[in-house]
């Protein structure tokens, strides 16, 4: 079983950025083939998926978080990446990582709290 590790969050003031990460454990895991994706949940919501990256690295994003979220990956080193830009209190939210569609078992996620 992979195991997702996620992490890179923490407390920002609005306007600030982040840059999240997300490691696939198990070394034979063959991360370049699968579409990835970055997602999250808030408070009393569902988990919604915000950003996802092909093996291609063709890139989708939702409307909430395009122009202001990058989604990039480094396949030798079996790891994700969110870099997040222009971060708003709607984006408070636990982040986690997962294949599109979700396969594995989710990670602990990464909690992003943006305030002042």
């Known amino acids: 079983q992979v195991q997702l590790v996620e992490s890179g969050g923490g407390l920002v003031q609005p306007g600030g950025s982040l840059r999240l990460s997300c490691l696939a454990s198990?070394?034979?895991?063959?991360?370049?083939?699968?579409?990835m994706g970055w997602y999250r949940q808030a408070p009393g919501k569902q988990r919604e998926l915000v950003a996802r990256?092909?093996?291609?690295?063709?890139?989708n994003y939702a409307d909430s978080v395009k122009g202001r979220f990058t989604i990039s990956r480094d396949n030798a080193k079996n790891t994700l990446y969110l870099q997040m830009n222009s971060l708003k209190p709607e984006d408070t939210a636990v982040y986690y990582c997962?294949?599109?569609?979700?396969?594995?078992?989710w990670g602990q996620g990464t909690q992003v709290t943006v305030s002042s």
């Open positions: 198990r070394s034979s895991f063959p991360f370049s083939i699968y579409i």
């Open positions: 990256i092909t093996g291609g690295e063709t890139t």
């Open positions: 997962n294949t599109d569609p979700n396969r594995f078992n």
